[in-house]
C-alpha cells in the first residue's frame, strides 16, 4: 500500500493549490503509518487506514483516544510528524478539500446572516452568485432553516447552528464528510435532525466518518465502527458485530462504562476488588 501511494506521488507530481481539477476523485482516503508525537507522548501512531465507501463510519474512544487528530490528519488539516496520507493516491490539494465536507462541534460561522453564510461558501468554491443562491436556498430547505434564512447565523439557537454548518458542507454535495462530535451539546430532536441529513448524505453516496461518543447514535447510524484508544486503532468491524461482540479489551470497556486511568490500566469493577 505504501509502495502503491509512493509510486503514484512519483508519476504525478502534486498540483499546486488551485491548479488541480476540484472534480478529481478523492477516494479512498488512506493513512499509512501515521504518529504524532509531543513532549515524548505518542498522541498517535496508526498502521494503516483506509476510509470512503459509501455509508457511515463512526470512530468511537475515550477522550484523549487521538479521534479527532486523525480525522485531521485524513481531512489534510493537520500534517503528521510521519507518515503519508493521500487521497486517491495523490496528497491531499486545496482544489480537491472541495470534494470533502468538515462539521465540528462547535460550528465555525460568519457574522452574516444563516443564507449568506451558505452563498460565500459556494461562491469561494467556485459558484456563481446565481447558483450559489439557488443552491444555497435549497440547502437551507433541506436543513428545515427556510424561515431562518435572514436570521444572523450567530444568533441561532446552537440546534439551528449546527444544522446550518452541515447544510453548508453539504451545499456542495461532498464525496466525504468528516463530523466530529457533531451533537455533542445537542439536545435530542436536534439530534435527530442532523442524523437524519447525515443518514441521507449517506443515502446518497456521501462517505461519513463521525466522530460519536453517543453509542446510540452509533448503533442508529453506523454500518462500521472504528475503535480507538491511546493514539491507536484497537478495532474496526462492521457495527452490528461491534456493538454485539466487541473483540477489543479496550472496547469492551468503554461499552461497558469503565474508565481507563492515566496508567493504561482498566479502572474497572473487576479491578476494584
Ligand atoms: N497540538 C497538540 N499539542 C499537544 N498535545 C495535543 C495536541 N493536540 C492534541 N493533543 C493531545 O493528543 C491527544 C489526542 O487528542 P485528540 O483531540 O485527538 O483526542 P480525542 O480522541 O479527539 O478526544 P476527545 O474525545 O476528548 O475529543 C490528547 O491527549 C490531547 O491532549
Ligand atoms: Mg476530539
Known sequence: MAEAGLRLERAAPRPLAGEANAQAPVRPVVGEKIRIERGGRLLLSV????VGRPGITAIMGPNGAGKTLLLRCLAGLKVPDSGLVSWAGLPPDRARALRLGFVFQKPVLLRRSALANLVYALKAAGLSGGE???????ALEAARLADLARSPARLLSGGEQQRL?????????????????PTASLDPSSTAAIEAMVGKAAARGTACILISHDIGQARRLADE???MAEGHIAERAPASRFFDA???????AYLGGEILVRDGSWNSEEGKR
Open 47 to 50: 498502521e494503516e487506514i483506509v
Open 246 to 252: 466487541p473483540a477489543s479489551p479496550e472496547a469492551r
Open 225 to 227: 465502527v472504528i475503535f
Open 165 to 181: 454548518a452541515l447544510a453548508r458542507a453539504l451545499s456542495l454535495d461532498p464525496d466525504i464528510l468528516f463530523l466530529d462530535e
Open 132 to 138: 450559489a443562491r439557488r443552491r444555497a436556498q435549497a
